[in-house]
């Protein structure tokens, strides 16, 4: 066989050689250790919670060895691709503050010197290396329907065959002739290019996973499609081609593509590329809800599997990003203890200490990470980040958000940038019923006082306050009006007096500081009362007392 003539008959449109792309894409200028790591998803839907998982990995080691992480678009298999799913994926990145070096930035837009970074941009890169292995004798064209590699699977499930696919003496077109390969082409018979394997049964591979550790597998023996009949790369040859002339050093992807790895080698060493580390990252899986078994986290089942999720239900991207920092490396809690007010993107990452196993993403240890994130945040850039969300997703709050924003500011900022800020807020959707007491208008009143206090002592506490109210007292004359109030009313204001000789008093001041919380916000639990008084104002706290007193 004469392969150069056979490689002008495939591809007479190609001129370029797989040297001129070597020159184009020279090896980067890094230090030593510096790694080249890519996210490559499909735009096939929304961005996973698995997507933003692997996405993080593959920014913090680049980060963390002064490295290059880049954004690459695999858009080959058309059939499966969605109206704007890049831009679902940019904008799930965008979110969480996932930013690349390169790679993908938007429709049409990109950064970086070794593109494009969009596959189906790339078709005559891929068809040059595909004629250069024609050249050396590594592909060849398969003329096979489908029809008869439905009946080559049929055979081999019916037969003694190890593995079903197209090799040996199933692959029917590795050895036609030059005269049959043209002759077919003449009469315009479809075709895909396939490599041609040298693997043998009876052979192994070894490799080593950063994560994993060592890994033996069987050799690759199936002679892969490179080529569809369209001239569009598969998967496998594509991604081959993209990582060496982008010149990545680690390849991080989900275990599922373990499997994967003896073609992918075989691959890589038949174009005569240096095969590039792997780091297979475990699943994210969650507890199932009915049996109690882990499981993956399901597009169907799992709202949380959408990292659109996250962004509606307001949840800070630090918070998401801390969450997942804590299920990336054991070490991450202790070096957010000792580091509590770094980047987390600049936590020192280490591949080598990730777990092989699966990792279980749990919404109430999240919420609890974000509760942290979100209590030392300032006053004033809560409100700036929750007036964005609100815009989004909340119109009436948005609405009353930004028409007082001194007010709102300073009620997010009770008992907060305090040696001990409360944990009460998750999420940006938990805020508005946080802080609608606030609000008349998404004010609903409810009186349920203490039951251990009768209703003529509740309206005298509130008759009794509602003299002595003033909003601008200072927190020590309020307390004092307080202590005040309970002695006429048959209560005490010590509290341990009150423990020891309950029968003697009606209840305690807490009991009273509990009635006029409840008046005033019909809640048992708030934040500093006196902050809320002041804030209220005179003429609202009068009013609330009054309309508490008409309920009883």
């Known amino acids: 066989m004469n392969y150069e003539k056979l490689a002008e008959l495939l591809f007479p449109n190609i001129t ?210 490179l080529l569809k009949s369209d001239g569009i790369p598969t998967y496998h040859f594509a991604h081959a081609c993209d990582d060496h002339f982008m010149r990545t050093t680690h390849v991080i992807r989900g275990e599922e593509w373990i499997s994967s790895v003896p073609k992918h080698i075989a691959l890589f060493k038949a174009c005569g590329f240096r095969v590039p580390k792997y780091a297979h990252t475990p699943q994210v899986m969650k507890i199932d809800e009915e049996d109690g078994t882990k499981r993956k986290l399901s597009k169907r089942k799992d709202p949380e599997a959408a990292v659109s999720y996250f962004v509606e239900q307001g949840f800070p991207k630090e918070s998401l990003i801390e969450y997942l920092l804590t299920l990336l490396n054991s070490n991450f809690e202790d070096w957010r203890r000792a580091n509590p007010t770094a980047d987390a993107f600049s936590f020192p990452f280490n591949l080598k200490k990730m777990s092989p196993s699966g990792c279980l993403f749990d919404l109430v240890k999240l919420t609890d990470v974000s509760k942290n994130v979100i209590s030392v945040k300032k006053a004033k850039d809560i409100y700036d980040t929750l007036v964005v969300w609100a815009k989004e997703y909340d119109e009436e709050f948005y609405t009353l958000l930004t028409r007082d924003e001194e007010y709102a500011v300073n009620i997010l900022n009770i008992d907060r940038e305090v040696p001990k800020p409360r944990k009460d807020i998750a999420k940006w959707s938990e805020v508005k019923d946080y802080v609608s007491y606030f609000y008349d208008e998404i004010y609903t009143p409810d009186y349920t006082f203490p039951e251990n206090l009768q209703k003529e002592d509740v309206a005298a506490i509130l008759k009794a306050y509602s003299e002595v109210v003033d909003s601008a007292d200072d927190k020590d004359t309020w307390f004092s009006k307080i202590k005040d109030l309970c002695e006429p009313l048959g209560f005490t204001p010590n509290v341990k007096e009150y423990k020891k000789n309950p029968d003697a008093f009606k209840g305690h001041v807490g009991d009273i500081s509990t009635v006029i919380r409840i008046a005033l916000t019909s809640r048992k639990n708030t934040p500093d009362l006196h902050a809320i008084i002041a804030l209220l104002g005179n003429d609202k706290v009068k009013a609330r007392i009054n309309e508490a007193i008409a309920s009883l």
């Open 16 to 225: 370029k050689t797989t040297e001129d792309y070597e020159a184009l894409y020279p090896q980067r200028d890094l230090k030593e250790g510096a790694r080249v790591t890519r996210f490559a998803p499909s735009p096939t839907g929304y961005l996973h919670i698995g997507g933003l998982f692997g996405a993080l990995v593959d920014v913090l080691t680049a980060k963390a060895t002064d490295g290059v992480s880049y954004l690459r678009i695999e858009d080959t298999d058309k059939k499966r691709e969605i109206d704007d799913g890049v831009s679902a994926i940019i904008n799930g990145f965008d979110s969480f503050g996932i930013d690349f070096d390169e790679g993908v930035t938007g429709f049409n837009q990109e950064k970086g010197a070794y593109g494009p970074y969009t596959q189906s941009q790339r078709a005559e890169i891929y068809q040059t290396v595909a004629k250069d292995l024609v050249k050396k004798g590594l592909a060849y064209p398969c003329f096979c329907t489908a029809e008869e590699l439905s009946a080559i699977r049929e055979q081999q499930e019916k037969g003694d065959a190890l593995i079903w696919g197209y090799f040996g003496k199933w692959a029917k077109c590795r050895d036609l002739t030059f005269e049959e390969i043209e002759e077919n082409i003449k009469a315009g018979k479809p075709y895909v290019l396939r490599f041609r394997s040298d693997g043998q049964e009876d052979k192994r591979i070894f490799f080593d996973d950063i994560i994993r550790g060592k890994i033996e597998m069987p050799e690759n023996i199936i002679d892969e499609v």
